[in-house]
Structures are given as C-alpha cells and as structure tokens.
C-alpha cells in the first residue's frame, strides 16, 4: 500500500520540504509516503474563487490512482489519536488500496474533493497554514505506523 499526500501548493519553504521529508524518509518501503503537489491558481484581484477551487479539485482528484481510497484534511473532520490512527493505517494496509491525503490550498478543498472523502481527518479545532499540514501529517503517519510495528519511535 502507498500513501500520497495530495496537497495544493509548490515551492513550499525549506523548513517545510526538510521537515516532510525527514518523516517521508523514514517509511519502509511496502508503505511509502509520497507527495505530489498541485499547482494553485492564481488568485488575482478579481479572482474567481470558486472556479478556481474546482478547477485545483480535478487536479488533485485527477492524481489520485484508480481505486484508491481518499482521505480529506478538514478542520471539521474527525479527531483520530496516535493509537487509532495506528489501527486505521493497519485495516487500510490489510484492505491493500492506495490512501490518498488530500490537504486544500488557502480556500481549503473543493466540494468534488469532500464528496470523494471516505475519511474526514482533523488534526486539531485549529486552522493550520496548509504548509505546517504536511509536516504534521507526515509525522503523525510515521508515528501511526511506528506504533503497529513496535517501533521504539513512539512511547507511552
Ligand atoms: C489554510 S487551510 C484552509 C482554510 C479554509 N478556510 C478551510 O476552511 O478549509 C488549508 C488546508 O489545510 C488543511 N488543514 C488546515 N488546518 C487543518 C486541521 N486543523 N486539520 C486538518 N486539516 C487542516 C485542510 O486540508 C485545508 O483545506
């Protein structure tokens, strides 16, 4: 199974690309975390918010695999621990789909975005900048399965 964080934005700040990259490293190789970044549309002056969240949604539905399963970062989502987190990352590995983390632009997602969501995922009442996201994600992934492998990174 593959994990893909599917995030709005490119030419992050370096602390983000080390700080994702330092947890993305980690992951074995039956499970690897990869990110594809989707460009976000000009937000001009007199931009057309809309269009352009849809338009930045096809793009990041368009990346997502066949069959696989999508999971979107939303603010209003569910709140999942470490330990369920962990159980979550083991039934999708035993269901052997893809996971796509689909992580919005400054707008948040597109509406086509949420509905293809099986899994709402919340990482705090907070809103985050969508840079810090992939950080957060990215090590909360690797602790989750640092966790079903009993591997000392995570302890009680
Ligand atoms: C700056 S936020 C977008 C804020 C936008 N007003 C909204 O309501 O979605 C950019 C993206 O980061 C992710 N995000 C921000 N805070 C989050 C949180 N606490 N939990 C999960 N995802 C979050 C979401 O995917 C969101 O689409």
Same mark, same amino acid.
């Given at each position: 199974m593959k994990l893909m964080l599917i995030a709005v934005g490119t030419k992050m700040?370096?602390? @983000?690309?080390?700080?994702?990259e330092e947890y993305a490293r980690r992951f074995p190789r039956d499970m690897p975390?990869?990110? @594809?970044?989707?460009a976000a549309g000009k937000r001009g002056k007199n931009a057309d918010i809309k269009r352009i969240l849809d338009l930045e949604g096809e793009k990041m539905l368009a990346a997502v695999p066949k069959g696989a399963r999508i999971i979107t970062l939303e603010v209003e989502g569910g709140y999942w621990s470490s330990p369920q987190?962990?159980?979550?990352?083991?039934?999708?590995?035993?269901?052997?789909?893809?996971?796509?983390?689909?992580?919005?632009?400054?707008?948040?997602l597109a509406p086509a975005c949420i509905a293809a969501s099986e899994g709402k995922w919340s990482l705090s009442a907070l809103t985050l900048p969508h840079p810090l996201v992939r950080v @957060?994600?990215?090590?909360?992934?690797?602790?989750?399965?640092?966790?079903?492998?009993?591997?000392?990174?995570?302890?009680?």
């Open positions: 700040p370096a602390w @983000v690309t080390t700080g994702f975390l990869e990110l @594809v970044e989707i987190l962990s159980q979550k990352l083991v039934q999708w590995q035993l269901d052997g789909r893809d996971v796509c983390l689909l992580v919005g632009g400054p707008e948040g @957060v994600l990215a090590e909360s992934l690797y602790r989750a399965w640092s966790i079903s492998t009993n591997h000392p990174y995570h302890r009680e």
